[in-house]
């Protein structure tokens, strides 16, 4: 059954209201009303955009809302993929959000179009709640990390307001996951990752990992 979450992505208007007015408010309600989300936000953003010669594989990507962070301090052979499974998000991304070391790929993301270990980073943010059978994701962004490469994830986490009576049914009706507080973790440690970190702010929960280097 599609969710109402999937159809509005397929909605090519919805591609940019997602990226001008649904996002940021969605972004800023993670944290309850308060800034902790879009203060770590800033700072990954500046993370992101650091120098290095590196290869970025941003998995439901959507309109492109972090190409130009990922991408601005990619030197040598760097580049950045985004990849999504909505061709309106795709059209929006490539429209608003171009580079030249900035490409797009159609695609699900429960199977990459990857080899194994082809990507330093490897990012799924604000999207893994939004995507059927999510865990297998996860799987497949640490099979295309490089050894020693780092997976960044921003997504739900059930705490405070997500644990009340009825949100757990409100959710499901609109297609976004509560995640446990330990269920990604748990997951990638089970799947070898090295460096398994959470941070909670609010309902929402940024994830950082690495694959093994003997992995």
């Known amino acids: 059954m599609t969710t109402i979450a999937q159809r509005l992505m ?3 208007v919805f591609s940019q209201i997602y990226e001008q007015l649904w996002r940021p408010v969605f972004t800023r309600g993670f944290s309850l009303g308060g800034s902790s989300t879009v203060d770590y936000d800033r700072a990954l953003r500046a993370y992101l955009a650091r120098t290095g010669d590196r290869m970025v594989l941003d998995v439901a990507c959507g309109p492109g809302n972090y190409s130009d962070d990922a991408s601005r301090g990619l ?11 909505s061709a309106s998000m795709l059209a929006q991304a490539h429209a608003a959000n171009p580079g030249e070391r900035v490409s797009y790929v159609r695609g699900d993301a429960h199977h990459l179009p990857f080899p ?9 943010l604000a999207a893994l709640y939004l995507i059927p059978d999510p865990l297998p994701v996860l799987d497949e962004m640490l099979r295309v990390a490089k050894p020693g490469g780092e997976i960044v994830v921003f997504t739900s986490v059930r705490a405070s307001i997500a644990a009340l009576p009825g949100a757990e049914a409100v959710a499901g009706v609109s297609g976004l996951r509560i995640f446990g507080r330990r269920e990604l973790l748990e997951h990638l440690e089970a799947l070898g990752a090295e460096h398994v970190e959470q941070t909670v702010t609010g309902v929402g929960q940024y994830i950082h990992a690495r694959r093994p280097l003997a992995g």
């Open 116 to 124: 194994d270990g082809t990507f330093d980073t490897v990012l799924c």
């Open 10 to 12: 397929g909605v090519p």
């Open 75 to 85: 030197v040598g052979d760097g580049q950045y993929v985004g990849i999504d499974f």
